[in-house]
């Protein structure tokens, strides 16, 4: 099982939908989990940490599923702007690095 | 304003010539990370310090080597690159490494190997 592992898209969706993506890790004992944001040829940005709790950003929603091991990401009435490649990024253990998965690309079309 | 900042955005080397990658920072953060990243492929780390603590991840080739003569610099040398070097360079720096911190990237730089 590969350690974090996204569907690499590309969803293609209408202004306005709703849209949402999984990213599964390989560690149960993983502490932290975060979605970046990075668009063409760009850097990534932090988009939002995700707590055990879930929480919510505007029209952001990020939810953690420690029993089957996933963090989800959804994204409502979507924007034009929205479109990027949205990594997923998990802690794995520790004091370790963190390890970023292949991200999923959102193409949001007019 | 503090950032990350990484020179030159694009760089083009010839097969087989050293180059040489700049990354500063002037958000006094402890830790300071280098990452490859193709296209479509996740950013892979090569190496991070822990301030002056050295860590080279497993896989990375020998032919990458990094130095950070100061808190601030920190360098990613490409001995003799090839044409499978070609990526993006991302320098990225973390306040103190504990594995739950955002971490704060600079702007990349594109590396073209001719």
């Known amino acids: 099982r590969k350690e974090v592992e996204q569907d690499p898209g590309p969803f293609n969706v209408p202004e306005g939908a709703t849209v949402a993506f999984n990213c599964t890790y390989s560690?149960?004992?993983?502490?932290?989990f975060f979605w970046y944001r990075q668009d063409c040829r760009k850097e990534p940005k932090l988009l939002m940490s995700?707590?055990?709790s879930g929480n919510e950003d505007g029209r952001f929603t990020a939810q953690l599923n420690r029993a089957s091991q996933y963090i989800s990401l959804l994204i409502r009435d979507s924007k034009l702007s929205d479109s990027a490649t949205y990594l997923c990024?998990?802690?794995?253990?520790?004091?370790?690095?963190?390890?970023f998965g292949k991200g999923t690309r959102l193409s949001v079309i007019a | 304003d503090a950032m990350v900042i990484q020179n030159p955005r694009y760089q083009v080397t010839q097969f087989g010539k050293p180059v040489t990658l700049s990354c500063s920072q002037t958000?006094?953060?402890?830790?300071m990370y280098w990452y490859q990243q193709k296209s479509s492929q996740a950013p892979k780390l090569l190496f991070h310090?822990?301030?002056?603590?050295?860590?080279n991840e497993a896989d990375t080739p020998d032919n990458f080597q990094s130095r950070r003569p100061n808190t601030s610099f920190c360098f990613l040398d490409i001995r003799s690159p090839g044409l499978g070097d070609a990526a993006m360079y991302l320098c990225?720096?973390?306040?103190?490494?504990?594995?739950?911190?955002?971490?704060?990237f600079g702007s990349g730089t594109q590396l073209s190997v001719l």
């Open positions: 310090y822990y301030d002056k603590d050295f860590n």
């Open positions: 958000l006094n953060h402890n830790v």
């Open positions: 990024v998990v802690n794995l253990s520790g004091n370790t690095p963190l390890v």
């Open positions: 995700v707590y055990s």
């Open positions: 560690n149960s004992a993983s502490q932290s």
């Open positions: 990225a720096t973390s306040r103190v490494g504990t594995g739950n911190e955002k971490l704060f």
